[in-house]
């Protein structure tokens, strides 16, 4: 029975069942695979034939974490990559050359920012930052060697918000590749190809994992340009785990369920923050205070269940709070079901000059919040005692 519905396709879209009629999908770790004789050998090495020939390449647990992607993402092809990072630097990698230029959202995540300046720009690859919250700035940043648009929406810890359709008609106009870092919103709340975007890159150890437990990421799109990736990927050798596909094509069955309550928890802080008297600012997609909130309302079912505050007092300020904090973790990660206190200025993002950060929304007093799946009276109950 095919369905339309994203509940059903993450639970029921599953590999072939073995001799043993496991109803739940085995873990296959093994790194290789045997041929019948060397004829069948021969055809799947020329492409002749569909097949596993080397877990590098492909394996069934890394095949069905990418086919329910795909399906929930509207692709029609991906690679599964160990880290989110290895998908955005497998991307970079098998579509760019010397010489080349990206444009790309100013507000990118730490790493991904690290290897636009220090690695790529070695390699001859150049980029400008845009911002989010001014498209009428972007074309004028496309050169006659822009190869690239690179966007993050929303962004990490500022919140902000670009249209993808916007961004979708200007890549096409420059017939350049729109590259989107689906990470934050999942493929629940957001489906960038729908709106033009050419890949869709996950970090999936965030939301598609959702637990903490292991590291994983994606690149989505058409067949044609993952053919590319794929040629880069299995000389490179950025391939997911077995065990760790396994995890995450598992945790692919609660998504809907579990972005559903982070989303609800996030909407009822970001509601309670922003009428209490010590918080200067609160940034979430689906406040109608949030100056992008009308393309947040288009391009995505619910406002996520990240919620970026800024509290009186600068750094000292939210030292205060965070340390006050009884039940959330300080911690630097995010999308856990455990709520969680970032202090962006002072860890993720402290190699960003104030400058460069007050670029980017980030404020001394700035703290991101990943709400997480505990009783939402405990999480206001948390916030109200540690702000009191
Ligand atoms: C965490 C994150 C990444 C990197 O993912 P890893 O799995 O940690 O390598 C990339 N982009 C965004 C937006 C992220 O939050």
Same mark, same amino acid.
């Given at each position: 029975?095919?369905?339309?519905?994203?509940?059903?396709?993450?639970?029921?879209?599953?590999?072939?069942?073995?001799?043993?009629?496991?109803?739940?999908?085995?873990?296959?770790?093994?790194?290789?695979?045997?041929?019948?004789?060397?004829?069948?050998?021969?055809?799947?090495?020329?492409?002749?034939? *569909?097949?596993?020939?080397?877990?590098?390449?492909?394996?069934?647990?890394?095949?069905?974490?990418?086919?329910?992607?795909?399906?929930?993402?509207?692709?029609?092809?991906?690679?599964?990559?160990?880290?989110?990072?290895?998908?955005?630097?497998?991307?970079?990698?098998?579509?760019?050359?010397?010489?080349?230029?990206?444009?790309?959202?100013?507000?990118?995540?730490?790493?991904?920012?690290?290897?636009?300046?220090?690695?790529?720009?070695?390699?001859?690859?150049?980029?400008?930052?845009?911002?989010?919250?001014?498209?009428?700035?972007?074309?004028?940043?496309?050169?006659?060697?822009?190869?690239?648009?690179?966007?993050?929406?929303?962004?990490?810890?500022?919140?902000?918000?670009?249209?993808? *359709?916007? #961004?979708?008609?200007?890549?096409?106009?420059?017939?350049? #590749?729109?590259?989107?870092?689906?990470?934050?919103?999942?493929?629940?709340?957001?489906?960038?190809?729908?709106?033009?975007?050419?890949?869709?890159?996950?970090?999936?150890?965030?939301?598609?994992?959702?637990?903490?437990?292991?590291?994983?990421?994606?690149?989505?799109?058409?067949?044609?340009?993952?053919?590319?990736?794929?040629?880069?990927?299995?000389?490179?050798?950025?391939?997911?785990?077995?065990?760790?596909?396994?995890?995450?094509?598992?945790? #692919?069955?609660?998504?809907?369920?579990?972005?559903?309550?982070?989303?609800?928890?996030?909407?009822?802080?970001?509601?309670?923050?922003?009428?209490?008297?010590?918080?200067?600012?609160?940034?979430?997609?689906?406040?109608?205070?949030?100056?992008?909130?009308?393309?947040?309302?288009?391009?995505?079912?619910?406002?996520?269940?990240?919620?970026?505050?800024?509290?009186?007092?600068?750094?000292?300020?939210?030292?205060?709070?965070?340390?006050?904090?009884?039940?959330?973790?300080?911690?630097?990660?995010?999308?856990?079901?455990?709520?969680?206190?970032?202090?962006?200025?002072?860890?993720?993002?402290?190699? #960003?000059?104030? *400058?460069?950060?007050?670029?980017?929304?980030?404020?001394?007093?700035?703290?991101?919040?990943?709400?997480?799946? *505990?009783?939402?009276?405990?999480?206001?109950?948390?916030?109200?005692?540690?702000?009191?």
């Amino acid at each position: 029975m095919k369905s339309e519905n994203f509940e059903t396709i993450a639970i029921r879209t599953q590999t072939e069942r073995s001799l043993h009629k496991e109803h739940s999908s085995p873990i296959y770790l093994t790194s290789s695979y045997k041929f019948d004789d060397a004829e069948e050998m021969r055809a799947l090495f020329a492409n002749e034939k *569909e097949g596993n020939v080397y877990s590098r390449y492909s394996n069934p647990n890394t095949s069905e974490f990418i086919d329910k992607m795909c399906l929930l993402e509207g692709a029609e092809d991906g690679f599964a990559t160990a880290t989110g990072m290895a998908a955005i630097f497998t991307t970079f990698g098998a579509f760019l050359k010397n010489g080349d230029h990206i444009v790309s959202s100013r507000s990118v995540f730490g790493s991904t920012h690290q290897l636009l300046t220090n690695v790529f720009s070695k390699w001859g690859i150049t980029f400008d930052y845009a911002d989010l919250d001014k498209p009428q700035d972007w074309e004028g940043l496309i050169k006659p060697n822009t190869k690239m648009i690179f966007v993050e929406t929303p962004s990490n810890p500022g919140i902000d918000i670009i249209d993808l *359709e916007f #961004l979708g008609d200007l890549a096409k106009k420059h017939n350049l #590749l729109l590259v989107v870092d689906n990470c934050f919103a999942t493929p629940y709340l957001q489906q960038p190809i729908k709106f033009g975007a050419h890949i869709s890159i996950h970090s999936a150890t965030k939301y598609i994992d959702g637990q903490g437990r292991v590291l994983g990421g994606i690149i989505l799109g058409t067949k044609e340009l993952i053919a590319e990736v794929v040629g880069f990927a299995r000389h490179s050798g950025p391939a997911l785990s077995p065990f760790s596909a396994w995890i995450l094509s598992k945790s #692919l069955e609660t998504l809907a369920i579990r972005m559903d309550r982070h989303c609800g928890n996030a909407l009822k802080v970001a509601e309670y923050l922003e009428k209490h008297p010590k918080i200067k600012l609160v940034k979430y997609p689906f406040l109608p205070s949030h100056p992008q909130y009308k393309i947040a309302k288009k391009q995505m079912k619910q406002g996520g269940g990240i919620v970026t505050i800024v509290v009186e007092g600068g750094v000292e300020g939210a030292s205060k709070f965070m340390d006050s904090l009884k039940m959330f973790s300080i911690s630097a990660n995010l999308a856990d079901t455990r709520s969680i206190a970032t202090h962006p200025a002072t860890s993720t993002h402290s190699k #960003l000059t104030e *400058e460069q950060r007050n670029e980017v929304g980030i404020e001394q007093g700035s703290i991101r919040l990943s709400i997480g799946l *505990e009783h939402i009276n405990d999480i206001l109950a948390d916030i109200d005692q540690a702000l009191a």
